[in-house]
Structure formats: C-alpha cells, structure tokens
C-alpha cells in the first residue's frame, strides 16, 4: 500500500496554495479550479454521492510532496466556521511531514499565517545519537500537522537504536 493524497478543507484557496507551497514547498499540480455542482460529469456525480445534495460548489487545488503525495485543498462555497479541534469526531486529526530544513519549515509556517502549537520536542533527549525533533504546527486555516525532522522508520523503529 502507499499512501496517494490527502484532503484538507481551507477557508481561502489562494492563502492556502501560498502556505502550502511557500511555507511547507509543495509543488501545484493543478491550480485552483471551480467544481460545480451538477450531475453530467462523473466528478459532478462524484461530488454529490461525497457531500451529499446543495454543496453549492467549491474550489480545489491539487499540490505534490516532493515524495509524490498529493494534497487536494477544498474551498467550500458554504461552510461552519469552528476554531476549536472536534475532538468527538471520529477521523483524521492530522497530517506529518518530513523535512531536513526543520526550523525554515517553522519559520515560514509563522510566516505564512500558521502557527507553532508546541515548543520543539526531542523522542529521545538523553540519546545524542538520535537527534529526532518533533512540532505540531497549524496552518492558517486550523488544520493541525506535525513536522518530523527524520523518518517516521528512523524515529519509532527499535532497528535505529
């Protein structure tokens, strides 16, 4: 299995391509594009069996991890606005990220509207030999995501010790 893409709801796709490919670099695949709702295409019909009847339309965006993991970013037309994580909901709470430019990616997280949820946190601090960093970070949206500064293998595996 490897993973394809993630879908993550923004509240303003131009601020969020210039997040998403400023602060984290990610590449556009497609640029923002208008999806309608309407049954004539398999994507109108697609919409509709996902959101369900009267989604008004959104805007998407397709971006690509350097690793070839895509983000689809959606703008809906009409939407709730929360500020707090629904902890009661079952689902996806975050996505991580892998980078060697640890404290850039922090930088311009803040930079670009985010925020740092946490002080940078170390798996292993009494072993120098493991310099594995950790953060959670939120995009300007609320979105949360964490930000590993190796490998997800080389942070958890027992094989690096």
Do not use: W
């Amino acid at each position: 299995m490897k993973m394809s893409h993630v879908g993550i709801m923004v509240g303003e796709m131009d601020k969020a391509i210039e997040f998403y490919t400023k602060a984290l670099g990610l590449e556009i695949v497609m640029g923002k594009s208008k999806v309608m709702e309407e049954k004539e295409t398999a994507i109108g019909k697609m919409c509709i069996a996902v959101f369900g009847s009267g989604f008004k339309g959104f805007n998407i965006a397709h971006l690509v991890t350097k690793d070839g993991v895509g983000f689809e970013l959606f703008e809906m037309k009409e939407r709730e606005e929360k500020h707090n994580v629904d902890f009661t909901k079952i689902g996806i709470f975050h996505f991580c990220l892998e980078t060697d430019d640890f404290e850039g990616v922090i930088e311009r997280t803040e930079q670009y509207g985010g925020k740092a949820r946490m002080d940078i946190m170390r798996y292993h601090p009494e072993d120098e030999s493991k310099p594995y960093k950790m953060v959670y970070l939120e995009d300007p949206f609320g979105n949360l995501f964490e930000l590993y500064s190796h490998s997800y293998g080389e942070t958890y595996s027992s094989e690096y010790e």
